[in-house]
Structure formats: C-alpha cells, structure tokens
Nanobody, 114 residues
Framework: QVQLVESGGDLVQPGGSLRLSCVAS???????MGWYRQAPGKQRELVAT???????NYADSVKGRFTVSRDNAKNTVYLQMNSLKFEDTAVYFC?????????WGQGTQVTVSS
C-alpha cells in the first residue's frame, strides 16, 4: 500500500522556521522527491525538489531560505524553511516521482501570521 505521510505544518510568526517531513512507503524506484504548495485561490507551484543524486532545485521565491534534503534509506524528504514570510502561507504537498508514476501526499498546512 502506497503511503505518503507528511508532518511538520504549523502556525508560525514571520521570520520563524519550520521543518516539514514526508515519509514514503510502498513505492519502488523512487527518483525525485520534493515539495509543492498551493495558496488559496492560486495554482499549485513547485517549492523544491531533489533528485536521487541529491541535486536540489528551488523556486526563486524560496532560494536562500528553504533547504530540501532526503534520506534515501528511509524514503523520506525534508523541507527546512527559515525566514518564513506571509506569502509562504499555503498547503504544502509532498511529491514523489518514479519512472512510471507521480505520487502526492495529502498536504500539510503552513500558516505564517503575526
């Protein structure tokens, strides 16, 4: 059974930090892992991805503030988010790509508010 279990979303003040985690189970041949987000009234957008060879890719809006990493042995991807801004408020979705399919998590809410 395929499962993507996300955790770490929360309410945080501007300038604060959060760390998201996503554990993937039941998936063979994982290639890229990463995170997307969707704010109210907006389309889902890429935040950061990391290929199996640990090559990260970031949206311009998060470069220098967010760090994506993965533990291949645990099929887990992380997103360390620092210097959070109001505009980072969104539902964050874990994304796992194999050579044949793309899987999505259920989403975790990140709210940046004072």
């Amino acid at each position: 059974q395929v499962q993507l279990v996300e955790s770490g979303g929360d309410l945080v003040q501007p300038g604060g930090s959060l760390r998201l985690s996503c554990v993937a189970s039941g998936i063979l041949g994982v290639n890229a892992m990463g995170w997307y987000r969707q704010a109210p009234g907006k389309q889902r957008e890429l935040v950061a991805t990391i290929a199996r060879g640990n090559m990260p890719n970031y949206a311009d809006s998060v470069k220098g503030r967010f760090t994506v990493s993965r533990d291949n042995a645990k099929n887990t991807v992380y997103l360390q988010m620092n210097s959070l801004k109001f505009e980072d408020t969104a539902v964050y979705f874990c994304n796992v790509v194999t050579f044949t399919r793309t899987y999505w998590g259920q989403g975790t809410q990140v709210t940046v508010s004072s």
